[in-house]
């Protein structure tokens, strides 16, 4: 991310059944940044996981009936990087199950998709939307 680039204010947030397995994982096989985790009686209240490139992930264990419950494994996320194929060798060699294999798309992407151990979806590719209307 460029020094200038604003800072993040749309952040991706998910429930895991265990999430402190799922913040290794994500650090661990995709190369996320722990940033913050809070605990709260053994579960995980709130975690921050930062992207290098920029944005991140917050999550927490999950909660039935809580305000903010969301039911694990059923996220998808996409998520920009300038180093797609380094990553998807990082993601193979640690043995993430790879849903869509490295590819180039025929709208200029070049992109691959992994599932985390929760049955998150996590896409990773070049494409950084299209530009802002004035």
Not at 24 to 46: I, P, R, S
Not at 54 to 75: E, F, I
Not at 106 to 114: K, L
Request: hydrophobic share 35%; aromatic share 12%.
């Amino acid at each position: 991310m460029s020094a200038d680039a604003p800072a993040p204010t749309v952040w991706l947030t998910l429930q895991a059944h265990d999430a402190r397995e799922l913040i290794d994982w994500l650090v661990a096989t995709l190369g996320f940044e722990e940033t913050a985790v809070y605990e709260d009686d053994g579960t995980v209240a709130h975690a921050q996981l930062s992207w290098p490139e920029g944005g991140g992930v917050m999550l927490s264990d999950y909660k039935p009936g809580a305000d903010w419950s969301r039911q694990p494994g059923t996220a998808g996320a996409y998520v920009v990087t300038d180093h797609v194929d380094e990553l998807y060798q990082r993601a193979k060699t640690a043995g993430a199950r790879i849903v869509c294999e490295l590819a180039d798309q025929e709208y200029g992407n070049r992109e691959f998709t992994v599932t985390d151990p929760e049955g998150n979806l996590w896409s990773f590719g070049y494409y950084r939307g299209e530009p802002r209307k004035s």
